[in-house]
């Protein structure tokens, strides 16, 4: 939903000129703004955008306000829900830098505290910018509901064309995946982790991807949040197919923390581990952000549920296969990368 920032006038007219300064506070709306071929229009972005590879060269207007580098699973847990709980940020946004940009469009989200400034930060934020610039609110629950995102910031961008045609591609290949696996005989059992210490569930768009490429993830929430479960609920489920996508991560760092989960109790009575079906992926580019990868995540689901059937044709580094050893320190997480598509 495209606004305009708070303390406009109602006399202000809205004007049809397509934004030249954007600024992006979330990843995905960094990976939308290029996909449209605005990268020139970037002025600012968050310290977590990283693609494509000339965003990381873009000034940096937005950061954690935690340390989560240097933390556990846990204990970024911990520190999310104590600064949430006290009504504490988790971004810091650099006001002196965003007012030397002078942005006339920011582009946000309202969907998730966690992975960019909440609409109450932004707000206090633009009360301070001497221009009001208009602000463009991302808050997709669907596939469906992403595409429709990307529409809207090519409306504002003067780029709806465009937009149509990444839409357009999208839709055609979810269409060819979802046809080619209803055909399939059958559909296996699907955990998707989005988070391993404690354990949560997928959901959004993930429930909705697993189902288009073959599989069921009844743990999974469709169109909501992702939430913290019990581990027996995994266990009750026995999923055939286990893929560790925890939010925020690459795939060196989602596979290095994925060798907890073997430490858990009946891990390894697990169908998905006792037939080596145990996978982590790189979740930051194709599955955590709303944006036209998680098309590509689509497909890379369709081939580790069934590799027999679709191949992946991406790159390398998207996913590992991950074996329950008895002495995990014997292979390295280098020898973990080295033996991806396995």
Known sequence: MLVEAPNMTSSSPVTSVAAQRIVSFLPSATEMICALGLVDRLAGVTHECDFPPEVRQKPIVVRSALAIDTMSQSEVDA??????????????????????????????????????????????????????????????KSLEQTFENLRELGAATDRLQKAEEIIADGRSRLERIAAQASRLPARPRVFCMEWIDPVHCSGHWVPEMVRIAGGIDELGRTGADSVRIPWSDVLHWAPEVLIVMPCGCELEKA????????????????????????????????????????????????????????????????????????????????????????
């Open 79 to 140: 520190a999310v829900t104590e600064r949430l709980r006290q009504g504490l940020s988790l971004y810091q946004v650099d006001e002196r830098l965003l007012k030397g940009i002078a942005p006339d469009l920011i582009v946000t989200q309202d969907l998730c505290q966690v992975c960019a400034p909440s609409g109450n930060e932004v707000a206090q934020v633009l009360a301070s910018l001497p221009t009001k610039p208009k602000v463009l609110w991302l808050t997709p």
């Open 255 to 342: 596979a290095e923390q994925a060798r907890q989960l073997f430490g858990y109790p009946g891990a390894s009575e697990l169908p998905a581990v006792r037939n080596g079906r145990v996978y982590a992926v790189d979740a930051n580019s194709y599955f955590a952000r709303p944006g036209p990868r998680v098309v590509d995540g689509t497909e890379l689901l369709a081939h580790l549920l069934h590799p027999s059937v679709f191949e992946w044709r991406g790159p390398s580094d998207a996913f590992v296969r991950l074996e329950d050893e008895p002495n995990p320190d014997r292979r390295s997480l280098h020898s973990l990368a080295s033996a991806l598509n396995t």
